[in-house]
């Protein structure tokens, strides 16, 4: 598939008239493909908009007739039963089209983003009397409308999604973080992104050389030139910098969990794997948590009230992919840990930020389930589990 799906290849995957492989290729680069899946989206918004518009029109017996009988005059001469639905359809068809789509040329004239085609008909010299005009005539039955067929158009090849403003760095800023995030390289890697008057610095560094590689290709998918400088390097090439998330701070302080005593009243055995477990999921939630905290921190204000549609897409799309990892691994932990939540009724629940409360769920699973030094402010396994169990069930 070349690098970006033409317009045609979209709508025809929006009305499902690809096969089953055709569609397959088509999800797969939308899977990896913000542009593409941004125009999809626009190109939705678009038929809809149309839609609706077409919905509204209504056509008087006279305008129908006169559509009719210019079309019985076009048409090849025929029996006139094999043709008469065939002619009315057409006109209906006709009628709705054209006053369709002046109402929306005049809806889209003041988006912020012209339809598709706008572009390319506003290069084109106008017609004496403006479409409008035409319209209105038409509707005032003035005189009957002269149907003419549009020149055909060859489908063009999606080169972006929405287009970019005139500065160019913010959305550009936007983009390198789009293309790490999709990479997994704002999950705590020494991964920076910073930015110059003239250029986007990709600095930090990585474990290996097949990384170093996996972040390049990720980049160079923006054709960004000489505005993104690449200064990531492999750890076999340069010191380890510190990770850009905090250490864990809670000191070991005892061999057991201190979730075991509880445990062994109910006459169970703590499973090691359980724990490990546990464990990974409550990190994993705190990694995604994090990105989300840089991300704020990204842009700074003056940028985001100059960040077109594009980038502000963007940022919503790795915001939600965040939320989303973190909501799917407070659920996994909730099922993992259910028997062993129900061994204490819920906690009253204070009033948490999602990112403190992803930050307590890890400290109290630490401390539960690894033999780590309580959070402050819980003096007991049965305060914790009880704080847990709030957090993990609470919507």
Known sequence: M??????ALLLRHLDAELSRAQRAEVDEHLARCWQCRARRAQLEEQINAVAGVFSGCEFSEAQVQRGLERLSRELPQAPRRAHVGFRAGIALLAAGFLAAGVRYLQHTEQSEFPAPRQAAVAAKPRPEAPVADVGA???????????IAPEPEPAPILEAAP???ENRMPLLHVEVLYALHAAGADLGEPVTVTRTPQRIVVDGIVDTQARLRQLRTALEEIHAGELLEFRLTAAEEAPLLPPTQPALTLARVSASPAIQPLLEQQGMRFPVAMGQSAVRMATAALDHAWAIRRLDAALPAEDLDALPV???????????????????????LRSLLAPVLALREASALPSFTPFERTVLVRDLVHSLFAGRQAPEGYVSADAMLGMLRALLTSE
């Open 137 to 147: 005539m038409a509707l005032a039955r003035r005189a009957p409308v002269v149907l």
């Open 163 to 165: 287009r970019v403003a």
């Open 2 to 7: 070349a690098r970006h799906c033409e317009e």
């Open 310 to 332: 594009a980038g502000r897409w963007l940022l919503k799309e790795i915001r939600e992919d965040h939320e989303q990892r973190i909501a799917e691994s407070l659920r996994s």
